[in-house]
């Protein structure tokens, strides 16, 4: 099946620094989605990338979408506490049953700490 | 925005109990709902999908028997963890297609079995 790997596993940064991590798939996306775990808490919706070389900023945030469709990233510029969390990419399977709705393979996320 | 309302947010049961999460769209119809699991600092892994009115999809490897689905209305899936045992405590989490390009989940549920 899909796999959708991230790197690194773990990061801390100094607060003020910048933060980036890296989604790889053996198979072409067709989309890719970014979520945002905090600790005990649920996944939110950070973006979705939908096209080839694909750039979207958020703020202090930007992902990346790769130009083959297998890779993408996520960098946040001078992180700041707020920013702690697990950060996931995941993606987007269609399939015939689901009502035209995607199922998502998540990747292996990537846990942010800020040291202060 | 939308929102999937997650119960119960925490349970402790006995091993051989059932337990019943709920997840409901409370400001969307949710015709489809994914069902996760989560272990500790671990990635969230697709357990089954859920569509109103008709069976669930499960992942290969995730017992149909063990963990009952059910999606009777376009507000409201449901999973059951039947005769649960000290391995199947983990954070279990819903979500929804929101109309939007992403997918919103429910707050979870943290499964203790003792």
């Known amino acids: 099946g899909q796999q959708v790997m991230q790197i690194p596993q773990y990061q801390h940064v100094q607060e003020g620094e910048d933060f980036t991590t890296y989604c790889n798939s053996s198979?072409?996306?067709?989309?890719i989605q970014w979520y945002k775990q905090r600790p005990g808490g649920h996944p939110v919706f950070l973006i979705q990338?939908?096209?080839?070389?694909e750039v979207k900023k958020q703020k202090r945030l930007t992902f990346q979408f790769g130009e083959a469709k297998k890779n993408s990233s996520l960098h946040i510029t001078a992180t700041q506490t707020t920013d702690v969390g697990t950060y996931f990419c995941a993606a987007g399977i269609y399939t015939e049953s689901n009502f035209g709705n995607e199922k998502l393979t998540f990747g292996t996320g990537t846990r942010l700490t800020i040291i202060p | 925005g939308a929102v999937v309302s997650q119960h119960p947010s925490r349970v402790i049961c006995k091993s051989g109990t059932s337990v019943k999460i709920e997840c409901r769209s409370l400001?969307?119809?949710?015709?489809?709902m994914f069902w996760y699991r989560q272990f500790p600092k671990q990635s969230l892994m697709l357990m089954a999908t859920?569509?109103?009115?008709?069976?669930?999809?499960?992942e290969q490897g995730v017992e149909k028997d063990k963990f009952l689905i059910n999606h009777a209305s376009l507000t409201l899936s449901t999973l059951t963890v039947t005769s649960a045992h000290p391995e199947d405590s983990s954070f279990y989490i819903c979500?929804?297609?929101?109309?939007?390009?992403?997918?919103?989940f429910g707050s979870g549920t943290r499964l203790t079995v003792v």
């Open positions: 979500s929804a297609p929101d109309g939007s390009y992403g997918y919103t």
């Open positions: 859920s569509n109103e009115g008709s069976k669930a999809t499960y």
């Open positions: 990338l939908v096209k080839s070389g």
């Open positions: 198979t072409t996306l067709s989309n």
């Open positions: 400001d969307f119809q949710a015709t489809t």
